[in-house]
C-alpha cells in the first residue's frame, strides 16, 4: 500500500501542454502525494531507474519508445508501478489491458474520470503490498536503458559481468564495453541480487556465474577474476562470495551457459 499521505505518481507525455495538464489534475486529487512529469519515454526510464513510482500515467503515441514498450519493460522491474495509460486513440485499448494495465483514459481526461482510475491504483497497490515483495515478479529488472552519444541502447542484465560504482552512476562492463546508467550502486543491487548478482565491495557488484577464479593481489587482498578483469572484493564480502560460488558450483548452476562462459 502506498505509504501516507498518499501516491507517488510519474506522468509521461511528449506532448508539453498536455502533460502539464495531466500533472495538474494529478496533483489535486486527494489520493496523490507526489506528481513527476517526464517529457519523453527516456526521462521516464531515468526517473524509474532511480527512483520508485506506486503509479505511472502514460501517453501511448511517443516517438522512439511508444508507451505500450515502455510499459512491458516496466512491467519486468522488480516493483512495477501500476501503469494507467492515457491517449487520444481508443484502438490501443486491447493491448494495453493484456500486458496488466488497470486503466486507459482518452484524452481530454476527465477529473471524474481520473478519480475512477485513481481508486484502481489505489487497491492495485494494496493488493501488491499485502502479497510482499516479489510476489508475481518473476523478473528484476533484467533490461536497462543506456543513453550515449543521443542514441538509446538497451543492455542487458545476463550481459553484464559486474558492475562499478561512478558517483551518482554505475558503469555496466559488458563484452560489447562500459555502459554508464543514473543509478546508485545500491539500488541495482536491490533489483538484481535475486538474479545472482553480489555486492563484494562498497563500489562493485559482480555476477557471480561470470566469475572464473578467485586470485590474490599484490598486497594479500582478493579479486574475483571475470573474462573482463578483475573485481576487488573486501574483507567483509569475501566469505559470503566464496560460500555462495562454493554453494552454485556444487548445486550445478554453472553448467550452463553464463556470463563469460562459453554456450
Known sequence: MPSAPGLRVLAVDDVRP???????????????????????????????????????????????????????????LSEPPVIVFVTAHEEHAVTAYGIGA??????PVRAERLATALTKVVRMAGTRSAAGPGADRPETMPVIAVEAAGRTRYVRRGDVRFAEA????????????????????????????PAGFLRVHRGYLVALAAVRELRSDSVGGLLAHTDLGDVPVSRRHARELRERLLSAARSGEFDGAGPGRPG
Open 102 to 107: 488497470v486503466d486507459y483514459l482518452l484524452k
Open 18 to 76: 498536455a502533460l502539464d495538464e495531466l500533472c495538474r489534475l494529478l496533483r489535486r486529487a486527494p489520493e496523490v502525494a507526489e506528481v513527476v512529469g517526464a517529457a519523453d519515454p527516456l526521462d521516464a526510464l531515468r526517473s524509474l531507474q532511480g527512483d520508485r513510482f506506486d503509479a505511472v500515467f502514460l501517453d501511448i503515441s511517443m516517438p522512439g519508445l511508444d508507451g505500450i514498450e515502455l510499459a512491458s519493460l516496466l512491467a519486468k
Open 166 to 193: 561512478n558517483g551518482d552512476y554505475v558503469r555496466l562492463h559488458t563484452a560489447s564495453g562500459a555502459h554508464l546508467v543514473r543509478m546508485p550502486i545500491s539500488r541495482l543491487e536491490e533489483y538484481w541480487a
